[in-house]
C-alpha cells in the first residue's frame, strides 16, 4: 500500500494538519490496461453504492407509503424537503473544488481546503436545518418530526464534502462500498423502528441513521481535521474556490431544475394522477443516470493526477454512448413488458413517455465524462453555460409543449434540453487546454486563468 496525504493530525508533528493514510496502489505510468482495469473497478463500485442508494430509497418510499397512509407520506416528504432540494447546494461547490482540483493547487494544501469544506459544510447545514425547522413549524408538522428533519439536513452538506474528500484521495471504490452500507443501514433502522407501529419520525430518524453512518464510515477512510490552529489558505487561493464554487452551485441549481422544472409545470396542467405516472418514468431514468454519473466522478483524481487527456475522455464518452444505447433499449423492453403487471394499468404510459426521455438521457449521460474533464480543468463556467442552455430550453419547451401534449410534451422538452446540454459540453476548448495539467503545476494562479480565457 502506498501512503496518501489526509486530514488530520500528523502523529510526528511534522506538518500540522495532515495526517498520513494508506491510499489505494499507485498505478505505474505505463500500465495502460491496469489503470483502465482500476477505473473500471472504480467506476462499478461507485455505481453500485448509488444505485443501492436509489433502491434503498424506493424501498423506504414503498414501505412508507403503506405503512403511514396517504397523509403520512406526505408528512415524509415536507419534512424532508428543505434538505432534498437544497442539500445538494449547501456546500456552496468547495466539495466539488475538493473532489477535482485539491491535487492541483500546490498554493493550497488538502488538509487546509478540506478543512475548509468541513466549516462550510457546518454553516450551510446549520442553515438547512433552520430553514427545515421554519419550513415545518409554517406547516404545522409534529415537532418531533420537524427536529429529526432538521438533523437531517444539519449533517447532508458534511456527508457531501466527506465524499469530495474520498474522491481526493483516489478512494472512489471504497466511497461506493459506504453508499451501499449506508443504503442498508438505512434499510435496516426502518424495519427496527417500524416493530411497534411505524410513525412517520421513525422514517426521517432512519435516514438520519444511514447519514450518520456514511459519515462515519468516510471519516475512518479520510481522517478527520483536528489540527488546533485555523486552516489558511492565501487570497488568491481563497478567490479561486469561491469562483470555482459559485460556478459550480449556479450550474447544478439549473441542472437540477432541468430535471425537476417539468414535475411542477405539469401539476399546472394536468391531474395530480399523471404527475404520478410521469413521477415512475423519471424515476427509472435516473437509475440509469448512475452508470455515467460513477465514471465521471471516478476520473476525477484520474485527470488531476495527469493520466487522462480530452481525446481519451472522449474516446471514454464514445463507449459509454454504445453502454447506454444498449441498457435504454434493454430497459425499454422491460418496462413494456413489466409496467402494466406489476404497477397497474395506470401506469401505462410509463413506457412510451420512456421512449421519448431515453434519447436525451443517452446524449447527457455519454458527456457527463466531457463535463467532469472540464471540472477538473478549472472551468466550471463551460458546465454553467451547458446548463443554463439547458435550463432555457426546458422552460420554453414547458410552456410551449405541455399545454398542447401533457406528458408527452414534457418528455420531449426534457430531452430536448438534455440533447442541447450535451451539445453544449461536447464544444471543444482551446488547444492549449486540451491536455490536464500535471499535479504541482501553477496553471490555476490568476493570470493563467486569463490568458486561457476562464473564470
Known sequence: MSQGVAVGLDPAGNE????????????????REARRRRLLQDSACLASGQIAALAAAAVVGLVSARWLGPGGRGELVLALAVASLLGPLAAVGVDSFIAS????????PQASLAAVGLRVARWGGTALAAGTLAYGASLGLP??????????ALVRPTLAVLQAITIAHDRVASLGRVLAVSAVSQ???????????????????????????GCILLVRITGWPVAARRPVLDAACRRRVRRFGGKVVLGDALQTANYRLDVFVLAAFVPVSDV??????VTVVEILWQLPHALSRSLLPRISAGELHRAGVIRLSSVLAA???VVSAAGLALASWLTVPVLGGGYAAVPALLAILLPGVVAVGATKPLAAWTLSQGHPERNLRASGLGFAVVVV??????PRFGLAGAALASTLAYVVTAGAVLVPPRDEDRRPRPPGS????????RRRGGG
Open 16 to 31: 500540522p494538519g495532515v495526517i498520513v493514510v494508506p491510499t489505494s496502489p499507485v498505478v505505474p505510468a505505463t500500465g
Open 187 to 213: 434499510l435496516i433502522a426502518v424495519l427496527a423502528l417500524s416493530l411497534g407501529g411505524a410513525t412517520v419520525g421513525d422514517f426521517v430518524a432512519a435516514s438520519l441513521v444511514g447519514l450518520v453512518v
Open 276 to 281: 404520478g405516472v410521469y413521477a415512475v418514468a
Open 323 to 325: 453502454g447506454l444505447v
Open 143 to 152: 415537532v418531533g418530526v420537524v427536529m429529526l428533519g432538521a438533523a437531517v
Open 397 to 402: 419547451g414547458d410552456l410551449l409543449l405541455i
Open 442 to 449: 501553477r496553471a490555476g494562479s490568476p493570470g493563467d486563468e
Open 101 to 108: 482540483r485539491s491535487r492541483l493547487e500546490p498554493e493550497a
